[in-house]
């Protein structure tokens, strides 16, 4: 049973005893004695004697881990002494210089133009090769087909410059193609009709035009083809087989106009 102490003036304790009480405050929890307190750094060590074990060179025994000595001193992390908002006071770092040569990049895709597939996400571009058909078929509107493509390129971020750059030389191409079609094909076989046509009224005109019968000649038919090429005047010479009333054939050559305007020179 523990006796409690009266309080009183004669019951006071002197502060020699207890010197936490003489600055004002005790210290909680209080110190421990001073044979556990750590020695300072500049004690001597104190040699312990080394542990000895009973069980040591049994077989299959673990060597003991020795435990560590009283009186070291275990490293203790720093506590800062600065406010959160000193290092977003300090001024800033002076920049850094860049590197003369650039740093690799890692990461990327493996392939021979890794710069190509910056733009892999794009739509894909619509075809050029429509373009160059409608230009070879109908020339200059070709450019029709070459705008709307260019736009619809351009709206999924594609270039526009494929499209002019096929419907003109598309254009120049088939400029050149329907040049040598009309200088090799189509020149020669309008005139070819055209001189038919001019053949053709040739001989009507000399059975029906009058001119023989004026001579006392009774022509049936005329069969005629040219023997010359026309002029520069658009004359031209022809070789007519005529056909008589009366069964019999006869030659004669004419000089002809484009209109079929014929006459015969005096001694042919």
């Given at each position: 049973?523990?006796?409690?102490?009266?309080?009183?003036?004669?019951?006071?304790?002197?502060?020699?005893?207890?010197?936490?009480?003489?600055?004002?405050?005790?210290?909680?929890?209080?110190?421990?004695?001073?044979?556990?307190?750590?020695?300072?750094?500049?004690?001597?060590?104190?040699?312990?004697?080394?542990?000895?074990?009973?069980?040591?060179?049994?077989?299959?025994?673990?060597?003991?881990?020795?435990?560590?000595?009283?009186?070291?001193?275990?490293?203790?992390?720093?506590?800062?002494?600065?406010?959160?908002?000193?290092?977003?006071?300090?001024?800033?770092?002076?920049?850094?210089?860049?590197?003369?040569?650039?740093?690799?990049?890692?990461?990327?895709?493996?392939?021979?133009?890794?710069?190509?597939?910056?733009?892999?996400?794009?739509?894909?571009?619509?075809?050029?090769?429509?373009?160059?058909?409608?230009?070879?078929?109908?020339?200059?509107?070709?450019?029709?087909?070459?705008?709307?493509?260019?736009?619809?390129?351009?709206?999924?971020?594609?270039?526009?410059?494929p499209y002019w750059i096929t419907f003109l030389v598309s254009a120049a191409a088939g400029a050149f193609?329907?040049?040598?079609?009309?200088?090799?094909?189509?020149?020669?076989?309008?005139?070819?009709?055209?001189?038919?046509?001019?053949?053709?009224?040739?001989?009507?005109?000399?059975?029906?035009?009058?001119?023989?019968?004026?001579?006392?000649?009774?022509?049936?038919?005329?069969?005629?083809?040219?023997?010359?090429?026309?002029?520069?005047?658009?004359?031209?010479?022809?070789?007519?087989?005529?056909?008589?009333?009366?069964?019999?054939?006869?030659?004669?050559?004419?000089?002809?106009?484009?209109?079929?305007?014929?006459?015969?020179?005096?001694?042919?």
């Amino acid at each position: 049973m523990t006796t409690q102490v009266p309080p009183g003036p004669e019951n006071a304790v002197a502060p020699q005893e207890y010197p936490q009480f003489v600055s004002g405050y005790a210290q909680y929890p209080p110190p421990p004695p001073p044979e556990l307190q750590p020695r300072p750094a500049s004690a001597p060590a104190v040699d312990y004697p080394a542990v000895s074990y009973p069980q040591e060179g049994a077989a299959a025994y673990p060597v003991p881990v020795p435990y560590p000595q009283p009186g070291g001193h275990l490293p203790t992390a720093a506590y800062p002494t600065a406010p959160p908002w000193a290092a977003a006071a300090q001024p800033p770092a002076a920049p850094v210089a860049p590197p003369e040569r650039p740093l690799p990049q890692y990461g990327g895709l493996l392939v021979p133009f890794p710069d190509e597939m910056q733009h892999a996400s794009r739509a894909q571009a619509p075809a050029v090769w429509p373009v160059a058909v409608f230009t070879l078929l109908f020339g200059i509107l070709g450019a029709v087909s070459a705008k709307r493509r260019a736009d619809q390129a351009r709206r999924t971020r594609n270039s526009s410059a494929p499209y002019w750059i096929t419907f003109l030389v598309s254009a120049a191409a088939g400029a050149f193609v329907w040049f040598v079609l009309a200088a090799v094909v189509i020149g020669p076989l309008v005139t070819e009709v055209r001189e038919t046509q001019r053949l053709e009224a040739v001989q009507r005109n000399v059975v029906g035009d009058g001119q023989l019968k004026s001579a006392r000649i009774d022509v049936s038919a005329a069969q005629c083809r040219a023997v010359t090429d026309r002029d520069a005047e658009g004359m031209r010479d022809y070789l007519c087989r005529l056909t008589l009333a009366d069964g019999r054939s006869a030659s004669l050559t004419v000089t002809a106009d484009e209109s079929g305007q014929w006459h015969s020179e005096p001694g042919r």
